[in-house]
Nanobody, 127 residues
Framework: QVQLVESGGGSVQPGGSLRLSCAASGFTLDYYAIGWFRQAPGKEREAVSCIRSSDGTAYYADSVKGRFTVSRDAAKNTVYLQLTSLEPEDTAAYHC????????????????????WGQGTQVSVSS
């Protein structure tokens, strides 16, 4: 059974930091890219970051470049997203997703290209 479980969210003030985790089971990160998306109430799911399984290269949305960093720990089958310099606009539920087999090891900014998702972890940034 494929399962993705996010953790690490919380409430912080602007400028604060959080480290999100995406623990995967039922498949190996060696063969599937993992994407991070966020979704605020009433808005579409937005691509934030993605890490390729083939070579570990990363994608970042322009809005988070220089502030967020994605990494992976193959031994733990876990992907991390380090959030720094958080802004109120970053407030959302953050989800990790497993890329579908059609995409192989590549990343995608299209939510429909991911076939499994975690339940999400809430990030709230306010003063």
């Amino acid at each position: 059974q494929v399962q993705l479980v996010e953790s690490g969210g919380g409430s912080v003030q602007p400028g604060g930091s959080l480290r999100l985790s995406c623990a995967a089971s039922g498949f190996t990160l060696d063969y599937y890219a993992i994407g991070w998306f966020r979704q605020a109430p009433g808005k579409e799911r937005e691509a934030v970051s993605c890490i390729r399984s083939s070579d570990g290269t990363a994608y970042y949305a322009d809005s988070v470049k220089g502030r967020f960093t994605v990494s992976r720990d193959a031994a733990k089958n876990t992907v991390y997203l380090q959030l720094t310099s958080l802004e109120p606009e970053d407030t959302a539920a953050y989800h990790c997703g497993k890329i579908s087999s059609a995409y192989g090891t590549t990343c995608s900014v299209v939510a429909a290209s991911y076939d499994f998702w975690g339940q999400g972890t809430q990030v709230s940034v306010s003063s």
